[in-house]
């Protein structure tokens, strides 16, 4: 069946890195734009970043840009976000999102994995 | 402060209607960007349940429904269940920022 399962998460120290993972499967993984919302504890819905389905494009939430890198690699049915230079204000699940048409790079999210949780804390 | 502008908080009784509110401006969904709608119930991952303003995809119940007019969407539930206590966003595309999605800071729906 479609599926999304993020892993990678984790405690990690302030300034530290973090990659994150999104393994694809049930679907034409390169075919979709996939994109990144994170959900602080508590709080609401927010949105990441997005990269094209061929890589080619790729868009920052401003509260992530220059530290954040969305990439992906098609022969592997694998969605990555590498995080840097941390703080706690990163502190949230993170989601991996599938655009729900192929070939739309903005549009409705209709596939979304479990969550990772990522705490960022000395 | 979210771009897109939700009430905290909504509440009905089994078998009523309600409504969720999703106000933005000129740049989102005042420009004709497709709005669309999750539910979060506790603990789980968001689910898509009204894309492109009123389209419900495989599965969602025609209890569920969306609308826009001008700056702002709405997202209706009618006969109410308790099953349907849950967060929902809203979300759309804004033009002012930097290739960026916005959604609604979330609406809790509690059926009394």
């Known amino acids: 069946q479609v599926q999304l399962v993020e892993s990678g998460g984790g405690v990690v120290q302030p300034g530290r890195s973090l990659r994150l993972s999104c393994a694809a499967s049930g679907f034409t993984f390169s075919s979709y734009a996939m994109h990144w919302v994170r959900q602080a504890p508590g709080k609401g819905l927010e949105w990441v970043a997005v990269?094209?389905?061929?890589?080619?494009?790729?868009y920052y939430a401003d509260s992530v840009k220059g530290r954040f890198t969305i990439s992906r690699d098609n022969s592997k049915n694998t969605l990555y976000l590498q995080m840097s230079s941390l703080t706690a204000e990163d502190t949230a699940v993170y989601y991996c999102?599938?655009?729900?048409?192929?070939?739309?790079?903005?549009?409705?999210?209709?596939?979304w994995g479990q969550g990772t949780m990522v705490t960022v804390s000395s | 402060q979210s771009v897109l502008t939700q009430p905290p908080s909504v509440s009905g009784a089994p078998g009523q209607r309600v409504t969720i509110s999703c106000t933005g401006s000129?740049?989102?969904?005042?420009?004709?960007?497709?709005v669309h709608w999750y539910q979060q119930l506790p603990g789980t991952a968001p689910k898509l349940l009204i894309y492109?303003?009123?389209n419900r995809p495989s599965g969602v119940p025609d209890r569920f429904s969306g609308s826009k007019s001008g700056t702002s969407a709405s997202l209706a539930i009618t006969g109410l269940q308790a099953e349907d206590e849950a967060d929902y966003y809203c979300?759309?595309?804004?033009?002012?920022?930097?290739?960026?999605?916005?959604f609604g800071g979330g609406t809790k729906l509690t059926v009394l």
């Open positions: 999102a599938r655009a729900r048409r192929d070939g739309y790079t903005f549009d409705a999210f209709d596939i």
């Open positions: 979300q759309s595309y804004d033009s002012s920022l930097s290739g960026s999605v916005v």
């Open positions: 000129s740049s989102n969904i005042g420009a004709d960007y497709d």
């Open positions: 492109g303003y009123n």
């Open positions: 990269i094209s389905y061929d890589g080619s494009n790729k």
